[in-house]
T-cell receptor, first 115, second 111 residues
């Protein structure tokens, strides 16, 4: 059973460009959350998708947008890249249930470098 | 958001037990306590979670204080592979919940 997969592994962009990151959730999971992790810090919640809609959002500008597809996979888009957007972007999937308590399973991340 | 407090770092020797503490004095009745760990250059990995009772799984044990204001993650025999940053997180509210990570405890394991 494949876990959460993310692509690409690494990405280098320049300021002002746009980027799209992709995530495939663990089999049987229907909810995808995205997190940003700057170097030396804990992950910060960006947003969460369920039933193809954004359900929750952290404190991120609307340059950060996303999408969830009918097969539950998801994309994170970042427009007008800034140097400060350089980070590890993590995708996590989950399946809501009393027993699971929303346990989230993380992918390996996409390392984005903005020059 | 409900906040957790953890020591910045801890050290342990290989094959000895490790007790990682977490304080969460503002926890409310429906908040689950989750522990994740993050090995170098990897995404966070789920370790264990609990609500009120102590929990055991193949990776670790979670001891929850009776008033739920603190908890302890127990690794019964530390290995070098257990060197990681350990995050204690409260999932707040009901339904699908976001995780709020703090800075965690960096565990070093000496051979």
């Amino acid at each position: 059973d494949a876990g959460v997969t993310q692509s690409p592994t690494h990405l280098i962009k320049t300021r002002g460009q746009q980027v799209t990151l992709r995530c495939s959730p663990k089999s049987g999971h229907d909810t995808v959350s995205w997190y940003q992790q700057a170097l030396g810090q804990g992950p910060q919640f960006i947003f969460q998708y369920y039933e193809e809609e954004e359900r929750q959002r952290g404190n991120f500008p609307d340059r950060f947008s996303g999408h969830q597809f009918p097969n539950y996979s998801s994309e994170l888009n970042v427009n007008a890249l800034l140097l400060g957007d350089s980070a590890l972007y993590l995708c996590a999937s989950s399946f809501f249930g009393v027993a699971t308590a929303d346990t989230q399973y993380f992918g390996p991340g996409t390392r984005l470098t903005v020059l | 958001d409900a906040k957790t407090t953890q020591p910045n770092s801890m050290e342990s020797n290989e094959e000895e037990p490790v007790h990682l503490p977490c304080n969460h004095s503002t926890i409310s009745g429906t908040d689950y306590i989750h522990w994740y760990r993050q090995l170098p250059s990897q995404g966070p990995e789920y370790v264990i979670h609990g609500l009120t009772s102590n929990v055991n799984n193949r990776m670790a044990s979670l001891a929850i204080a009776e008033d739920r204001k603190s908890s302890t993650l127990i690794l019964h025999r530390a290995t070098l592979r257990d060197a990681a940053v350990y995050y204690c997180i409260l999932s707040v509210g009901t339904g699908r919940r976001a995780l709020t990570f703090g800075s965690g405890t960096r565990l070093q394991v000496q051979p």
